[in-house]
Nanobody, 124 residues
Framework: QVQLVESGGGLVQAGGSLTLSCAAS????????MGWFRQAPGKEREFVAT????????YYSNSVKGRFTISRDNAKNTVYLQMNSLKPEDTAVYVC?????????????????WGQGTQVTVSS
C-alpha cells in the first residue's frame, strides 16, 4: 500500500520559514516526478512546485518562485519543500503528490498518489 506522509507544518509569523517533508512508503519513487500542492479554505487545490525524478529539474508557481525550494532525497524516498519569506496568503494545507512518470507536471490530474496534507498557518 502506497503512502505519502507529510510533516513539518505549523504556525509561523510572516517572514519566517518552514521546511515540509513528504516520506513515501509502499514503493520507491526514485524514478518518478513528485510535487507539492496547497489548498486554502474555500479555494481549489493549486499547484506549488514539482521536481523531476532525479532532482535535475524543478518548476514553481509564480506565487512562490524565489521563496520556496523543492528538493528530494531518493535514498530516503522523501521530497522536501523549503519555504522562506512566508506570507499570510501562503496559509493552506500543503499536500504532497507523486506521479507514475519521471517527468514533471503542474496539473492535479497528472498525479496518481496523494498525501493527507499538513497545515501551514502564517500570521501577520
Amino acid at each position: 500500500q502506497v503512502q505519502l506522509v507529510e510533516s513539518g507544518g505549523g504556525l509561523v509569523q510572516a517572514g519566517g520559514s518552514l521546511t515540509l517533508s513528504c516520506a513515501a512508503s509502499g514503493r520507491t519513487f526514485s524514478r518518478n516526478a513528485m510535487g507539492w500542492f496547497r489548498q486554502a479554505p474555500g479555494k481549489e487545490r493549486e499547484f506549488v512546485a514539482t521536481i523531476a525524478w532525479n532532482g535535475g529539474s524543478t518548476y514553481y508557481s509564480n506565487s512562490v518562485k524565489g521563496r520556496f525550494t523543492i528538493s528530494r532525497d531518493n535514498a530516503k524516498n522523501t521530497v522536501y519543500l523549503q519555504m522562506n519569506s512566508l506570507k499570510p496568503e501562503d496559509t493552506a494545507v500543503y499536500v504532497c503528490a507523486a506521479r507514475d512518470s519521471s517527468g514533471m507536471d503542474v496539473r492535479k490530474i497528472g498525479y496518481n498518489y496523494w498525501g493527507q496534507g499538513t497545515q501551514v498557518t502564517v500570521s501577520s
